[in-house]
């Protein structure tokens, strides 16, 4: 039977085509392409930067298809991680990492809020469904903090989910738990954005060629002329304001602290900006929606715009069908399989198609190549994991975890890494940490470094 | 004392059977709820037993007549989060024996009343944090300062939401991007003040900025100038930041108006559009800024907000936007808390308040989500092609399935009928796509209107709308628990208990079942484990009534769906035979939760809040106020006139003198 999905994928290529040439038009080795700022080279001293990413993938997987055969350098993938066969040699699949805080403990039910919300925190978010949401900083906006400053955006969050759910969410939780990854703060979600044009524009200006370099310096002038003005509004209203309402405003002056900064670099150094633009318009197709954003992302990484990312495939919990593999069920109500084969089929199918848009984003990774001759990919820690295993049991252990690339040559790719015990997810992100240049004494609920990924 | 290994639940019940002996009453309605909580905690929380540290017992001793817990109270905390837990109905867990609704509400009285001292006479408002406009109050209220009517909402990140509703002050936080698109929206709308009054004719602007130039063009004598200039910009500060405005913000206004007028090609338009970029990156914009009318001692714990507040709590509630001319007038002179009934009056008779409808209506009962859900088309309708299916499920009838329960809560509301009619009036409104949809005959063309329907036609109430049984399905099939839970949580006022951790699987017992099993087969599974039992009873009735609905809102006509099953028990007792009888049962005898539901959603999407322990009397004002007719209408009077609407934590909660370090409290002595 013919895939209806490579239909949908052949008639958008002329869309993404767009973008492909946009890579092309930026291909200059990176140190060729981008003067060196002292700001952002003294710590690196002419090394390729690394570069991190976080993919999340909803609902869990189907088990024993995505588990690989093997261990060590000879393994094989189980039929739905198939599409990722050309990039053997530049992935690990670990197996055997948990997240003890999305287990349900004394909180009852609510695990598609706890898989979100513990995935790159660690940490047990507290159960209420608006007031005090509370959980923990995350692992990426951790690398922000330490190294953010030395790029224009510290990091990028995106995700598929264009909206909220009407409503209440899962069990009490408040939507924030699921629908984002990114903690700045303990409390404080970084909302993602969805629409690959805006953040496009957002990083690299708006109109056509020569038209968005102009555009990006004549934001900034209209950005420093009113900076004093907001900064003194500010001020004023601070005075008046009772703590818990200060903290409020506390997350405005944060923001235009980054903005200010981002002016000063900006004096130092004009952007890099690709000279295409993307499509018009919103994707129509899920599988295009996901590889515009995919093409962003490494962009970003590609301008060195920033080197950190998070970008959810979906919130978990999302129940949207996938009729590009012709799955038409909605994604959670098929989670809960029973143990039925026709459920676990096509869970295998909807497993299979976000392992194909992962490979898309792999490939774009390594056809970038940096001044040292290796990829972008080779520079680069990218996981693709769920936050829970099995989507029937609910499970926040031996969850599914590739981590790509190769930070450099100093993670050992191209192995299934097979932990004898069970081991924090944390310890995974504390080792990340440590490898992007911002080391951690602990993180989360981690236990100690992750050794066993690293040359 | 007994220690148990592991932290389990312990296998028997001695603490239960002491705490009965205690207290030896039969369960009914006069039992004391310090029984009840022994009877429903005592499991777990009595007697050297304190999961989670929760010994209730030990904290019940702490308490009695007159001896309420003070904020600050080591115990005050313990007693919130018992409440709390309580009314979410995350305790006791699903799989422990539950309280009635009843005996759930006199707990939550006892804990509220007598444990807390909550006093109807001593009104806590409560606190609503500083709280940033959410993307759609945002464009609406640019348009209406400015005249500039772009969709800006699209050119924002969602906003998170909190009880179901993207109003909620704690969880719409102002991250990096967000304030880079601000700076970046405003710009752009300053740009197009520019362009757009570059374009006017001598004089006169185009009629959507006058707002912007109330004061006309710069005067011709250099001398007028300054005064001019300076009336402009305080007039745009104050309707921007909603309430009167200082020297220094004006004085710094002028300095942004004066640096661009300065600019090569500037002009005195221009510098009023440099203005207007300012004020909208402000956080006296991007917030609701609020003060009390008077200042207040650290001794009174409320004060009513000023009028200008109040204005602007008025408008984001029934307009999503900022207050209009009236409103400031009203505020400005002291008269708005006088004329509140009439300005509620005139503001729901407003084209405006289509907006309150369109986003409480489109939380409370999700319609907002009607129209991009998946479905698997050809499953649902049994169709060959996915294009056919898409046809008669077409944008077109999901799209007036939204309109249908938007209009008629909007014509409920303005006609002054009870808020009941939702339920089970006898009209709703179509158009001929919707209609044909639904099997409605003679109904032409593509406007909505109100239709009359004949005693004949399967529909009427909400629960017969296509958004509701569109929201609560699954993309291939019906989801009777779904819509159950959707009866409960937004209806009835009484969630159930989130399923609890480790559900076992329904498998081997599914497996026992005929392979074209009956819905209700299915879900008479869950009865069959009385772990499942005890919340699923409560659900599946009220799904299974809906059963002659397909999983996009269409009515069953073959021969199969005549001899389905739709009759049902609610957990109280009510017997129904079809939708229309479930819907009259909870329209009538089961009215007043119906009420205190919709109460409840009103009053945290108006105040930006969750409810909380101390909010219950303003709950019960709203519900005295439309206890006599029960109209729609009724209720957002209520809300308006309640304590929370009207006020807010008074000095010691709010003042500017407390130290940032110090959190703030309720100003108790």
Known sequence: MSRPHLGVAAASVSRRGVLRGLGAAVTLPFLESFRQSGQAWAAAAGAVPTRMAFLYIPNGVHVPRWRPEGEGRDFSFGPTLEPLAPFKDSVQLITGLAHRNGTAGADGAGDHARASATFLTGARPRKTAGADIKVGISVDQVAANAIGRQTRFPSLELSCDAARKSGGCDSGYACAYQFNIAWRSEQQPVSPESSPRLVFERLFGTGSGDERAASLAARQHRQRSILDFVAAEAKDMHRGLAAADRRKLDEYLTGLREIEHRIAQFDQEPPKVPDRQLPDGPPTAYSEHLRLLADVLVLAFQTDSTRIGTFMFAHDGSNRSFPEVGVGDGHHSLSHHQGKEDALEKIAKIDRFHAEQFAYFLGRMREVKEADGRSLLDHSMVVYASGLSDGNRHNHDDLPVILAGGAGGRLAAGRHVKLPGEQPMTNLYLTMLDLVGAPQQAFGDSTGLLDAVRA | MATFPGGFRRPFHWAVVVALALFPAA??????????????????????????????????????????????????????????????????????????????????????????????????????????????????????????????????????????????????????????????????????????????????????????????????????????????????????????????????????????????????????????????????????????????????????????????????????????????????????????????????????????????????????????????????????????GERIFSDEVRRAMRQETEMLFGHVLREGLPATDLLVGRSTFLNEPLARFYGVPDVKGKDMRLVSLGEDVPRGGLLTHGSMLVVTSNPTRTSPVKRGLFILDNLLGTPAPPAPAGVPALDEAAATLPKEATMRQLMELHRRDALCASCHARMDPLGLALERYNAVGQWRADEAAGTLDTSGRLITGERFADVRELSAVIAGPRRRDFHRCLAEKLLTYALGRGLEYFDGPAVDSILEKVEQDGRLDAFVHGVVASVPFQMRGGAAAASPATPASQPATKGKP
């Open chain 2, 27 to 388: 369960h009914g309605a006069d039992e004391p709820p310090r029984k009840l909580l022994a009877r429903f905690c005592g499991e777990c929380h009595f007697d050297a037993a304190d999961e989670g540290d929760v010994a209730i017992d030990k904290l019940l001793a702490a308490t009695g007549p007159g001896r309420s817990v003070k904020p600050g109270a080591p115990e005050h905390a313990a007693w919130v989060n018992l409440w709390k837990n309580l009314r979410a109905e995350t305790m006791p867990p699903a799989d422990e024996p539950q309280p009635s609704a009843g005996e759930r509400r006199r707990l939550l009285e006892f804990v509220s009343r007598e444990v807390l001292g909550v006093d109807p006479n001593r009104p806590d408002p409560g606190h609503v944090v500083l709280r940033r406009l959410n993307r759609i109050e945002y464009s609406n209220t640019v348009r209406d300062l400015t005249g500039i009517d772009e969709n800006l909402r699209d050119d924002l990140p969602a906003d998170d939401t909190g009880y179901g509703f993207d109003t909620i002050g704690e969880v719409l936080s102002v991250s990096p991007l967000l304030m880079e698109k601000y700076l970046e929206l405003a710009a752009r709308v300053g740009d197009r003040v520019t362009a757009d009054a570059a374009g006017r004719k001598g004089n006169d602007y185009p009629s959507n900025l006058r707002r912007l130039f109330p004061s006309g063009p710069q005067p011709e004598d250099p001398d007028a100038r300054p005064e001019h200039l300076r009336r402009t910009l305080r007039r745009l500060a104050e309707r921007a930041f909603r309430r009167p405005v200082d020297e220094a913000t004006v004085k710094r206004l002028v300095d942004v108006s004066e640096a661009a007028m300065a600019e090569p090609g500037g002009s005195f338009e221009g510098g009023i559009a440099a203005a207007v970029t300012a004020v909208l990156a402000s956080p006296r914009f991007l917030f609701r800024v609020e003060a009390e009318a008077a200042a207040t001692t650290p001794s009174e714990t409320a004060a009513p907000i000023d009028e200008f507040a109040l204005a602007s709590r008025l408008s984001y509630f029934l307009w999503s936007t900022m207050p209009d001319d009236d409103l400031f007038k009203l505020a400005a002179a002291g008269k708005l808390r006088a004329e509140l009934p009439g300005q509620v009056e005139r503001m729901l008779r407003d084209r405006r308040s289509d907006a309150f409808v369109r986003n409480f209506v489109g939380q409370w009962l999700q319609t907002r989500d009607v129209e991009a859900l998946p479905f698997d088309v050809r499953r649902v309708l049994g169709v060959k092609e996915r294009e056919q």
